[in-house]
Nanobody, 120 residues
Framework: QVQLVESGGGSVQAGGSLRLPCAAS????????MGWFRQAPGKEREFVAG????????YYVDPVKGRFTISRDNAKNAGYLQMNSLSPEDTAVYYC?????????????WGQGTQVTVSS
């Protein structure tokens, strides 16, 4: 069993940055790939970025490539999403998840989400 808790969301102006931590509990977290997803108002939840269990490989969808950085610290049972050059299109609830693949398929556990609002 893995429990995930996101934090770090908030309101920021366009061009700003936010860092979202994801605190994990449960002994299987370090053996799971991790993904970040987001859900904008009126839209389906979408995959944003993934990282392998050891942190050696990452994957990003095109809209965030070069602006977002996913990382993890298994010693701290934590994952992170660094978001730079934010735009209003990034406004969404952001979720971390324990997943089975680098591209976010096979979701085993979800966090509760944290709201990110970017104003122009």
């Amino acid at each position: 069993q893995v429990q995930l808790v996101e934090s770090g969301g908030g309101s920021v102006q366009a061009g700003g940055s936010l860092r979202l931590p994801c605190a994990a509990s449960g002994r299987t977290f370090s053996s799971s790939a991790m993904g970040w997803f987001r859900q904008a108002p009126g839209k389906e939840r979408e995959f944003v970025a993934g990282i392998t269990w050891g942190g050696g490989r990452t994957y990003y969808v095109d809209p965030v490539k070069g602006r977002f950085t996913i990382s993890r610290d298994n010693a701290k049972n934590a994952g992170y999403l660094q978001m730079n050059s934010l735009s209003p299109e990034d406004t969404a609830v952001y979720y971390c998840a324990a997943v089975r693949s680098l591209r976010g398929t096979g979701i085993d556990y979800w966090g509760q989400g944290t709201q990110v609002t970017v104003s122009s």
